[in-house]
């Protein structure tokens, strides 16, 4: 296993509106998600020395909210991206990761392959646009972009 990033996140919490009313399933996959993130992740805010960080997502008039604080609770900063550039990408994700596992009960080989190749690239596609949105404000490699999109589209998931 690798070292942990100099800036990373060693905790991630959501506001309980965003998440209350979920499946045990999509609860699952939430806490995969975190999971695999705090496993492995680079999240350096602009202008932060080096340290952990806390995340807390919420989410407040279609706008994904950002407040992070140091690990030891000191505040450090907040941000906020609208949800808009997401909708798209997440429901396309969303319906492949649908057919994927669905196509995996009974499918062909090449089929379960060609969807997971399309999974594949919305997920990419969605971590480099997450990427894009968050430049100025927060430093992130790809694999925690990857890990942070799955986030958004697990807590966009009905239960």
């Known amino acids: 296993m690798s070292e942990p990033s100099l800036h990373h996140i060693a905790q991630i919490t959501f506001d309980e509106a965003w998440t209350s009313e979920r499946s045990r399933d999509l609860a ?6 975190i999971s695999d993130l705090l496993v492995h992740n680079h999240f350096a805010p602009k202008g932060s020395p080096r340290g952990a960080y806390h995340l807390h997502l919420s989410v407040t008039e279609n706008r994904l909210v950002f407040d992070v604080d140091y690990a030891s609770g000191r505040k450090c900063g907040r941000f906020v991206l609208s949800l808009v550039p997401f909708t798209r990408k997440v429901k396309e994700y969303l319906m492949i990761v649908e057919s994927y596992n669905a196509a995996i009960r009974d499918a ?3 089929r ?11 997920h990419d596609d969605g971590a480099r646009l997450l990427t894009e949105l968050l430049e100025d404000k927060v430093e992130i490699d790809f694999a925690t972009a990857r890990r942070l999109f799955t986030l958004i589209c697990v807590l966009h998931m009905k239960g």
């Open 108 to 110: 062909s080989r090449q």
């Open 28 to 33: 699952q996959e939430r806490e995969v998600a």
């Open 112 to 122: 379960i392959e060609t969807l997971d190749m399309a999974r594949r690239g919305l």
